[in-house]
């Protein structure tokens, strides 16, 4: 009996031992639901002393505050030997402190000695981490918040541009009207057919803020250079094809740039005098680059001369394809025309 009453001793010590030197806040409880033992964490954390916490109950402890419905379920539970509950998280309200919010845990330390029945109730403050956790959840609102307001600027801001330079084209279009010189005319009509397409470009764009599918951009892109250029009474038909692919919204400004000066110059030369024919816009992926060619069926390539001055257009194409590391090759098509760009991939990196 004695060896027995000695084990009880000695465990209830390194009970004590363990309780004392515990970080997180614990408070053991006997039979009668009264604190025998107070970590020096739990007094600290919550402005109670040691000796007042001793013989306390939950009602009784600091200013009242403990005494909690649910708690005391919780701990009834336990002395009753119900079945093991998992944590439960409450609000500690204190007069003129701020809340704190805690997860508490209670379980059996002892069972069947009515005498020496122990409970342990582990208190985890979490107030921090619930602070850290909602201002989280603001910061992820409030940038939510700010990249929707930031899309629909953009798009404000690229309907704008696509506005004022259709103003510019028109602005163009009627200075031509008035000129007498029949070559400031067509330089007056060139420079609006660049416009308009710039314009064409950026209205195909506005949606898109990151990546851009090519097939649909330039499928839309053609469509509205057909509708502006074809008229009814032209027997000519736009078409396009392209693999799946994306491209950032530079590049896709690049790509309808050129796709529009080389459809325009097909549509105003290729087909003199009514002439019936069909354009291919094609954009396929090749290893480890890509192609985007424009084909013509009309009347092919003007025969090759010293004398013959690169146009502007070509000059635009050229440097465009410069941008996107491709090279311009021009063919005839037989019949017909086809001015392709050839991309090989990206540049080697300088540690190669």
Same mark, same amino acid.
């Given at each position: @009996?004695? %060896? ?19 970080? %997180? ?10 604190? $025998?033992?107070?970590?020096? &964490? ?17 009602? *009784? ?11 005391? /379920? ?47 109730? $582990? ?9 850290? *956790? ?7 609102? *409030? ?52 416009? @308009? ?10 949606? &898109? ?14 469509? &509205? ?21 994306? /491209? ?5 400004? &690049? ?61 635009? $194409? ?10 311009? $090759? ?11 760009? %050839? ?10």
């Amino acid at each position: @009996m004695a %060896v027995i009453e000695n084990r009880s001793v000695a465990a209830g010590n390194l009970a004590g031992a363990l309780i004392d030197t515990s970080p %997180v806040p614990l408070l053991l409880f006997d039979a009668e639901a009264r604190v $025998v033992r107070a970590s020096p &964490s739990f007094c600290a954390g919550f402005d109670i002393l040691a000796d007042g916490a001793e013989g306390s109950t939950l009602a *009784e402890l600091g200013g009242g505050e403990w005494d909690i419905a649910q708690l005391h /379920v919780l701990l009834e539970n336990a002395l009753t030997d119900g079945p093991v509950l998992s944590d439960y998280e409450t609000d500690l309200v204190r007069h003129d402190l701020p809340v704190r919010r805690l997860v508490v845990n209670v379980q059996n330390l002892t069972h069947g000695d009515a005498e020496r029945h122990r409970v342990l109730m $582990v208190v985890n403050d979490i107030t921090d981490v619930r602070r850290v *956790e909602h201002l989280n959840v603001a910061l992820l609102l *409030e940038k939510d918040t700010l990249l929707r307001e930031r899309a629909v600027l953009m798009q404000e801001m690229q309907h704008r541009i696509a506005n004022s330079l259709q103003i510019i084209a028109s602005v163009l279009l009627l200075k031509a009207r008035t000129v007498k010189s029949e070559e400031t005319r067509q330089h007056l009509h060139d420079a609006h057919d660049r416009v @308009m397409s710039v314009a064409a470009v950026q209205q195909h764009l506005q949606a &898109s803020l990151g990546e851009v599918e090519v097939g649909p951009y330039l499928t839309k892109l053609c469509e &509205s250079l057909a509708s502006s250029m074809i008229r009814e009474s032209r027997p000519l038909t736009l078409n396009v094809r392209a693999d799946n692919a994306t /491209v950032t919204s530079q590049e896709a400004v &690049s790509l309808g740039l050129i796709v529009t000066e080389l459809v325009i110059n097909a549509l105003k030369h290729a087909f003199p005098d009514g002439r019936r024919g069909k354009v291919h816009v094609d954009y396929e992926l090749t290893q480890p680059g890509w192609t985007l060619s424009v084909t013509d069926d009309g009347i092919g390539r003007p025969p090759t001369s010293p004398d013959i001055r690169v146009g502007l257009g070509t000059s635009v $194409v050229e440097a465009l394809g410069k941008q996107l590391r491709a090279e311009v $090759v021009a063919s005839d098509a037989a019949p017909g025309a086809r001015i392709a760009l %050839v991309n090989i991939g990206p540049p080697p990196s300088n540690d190669d």
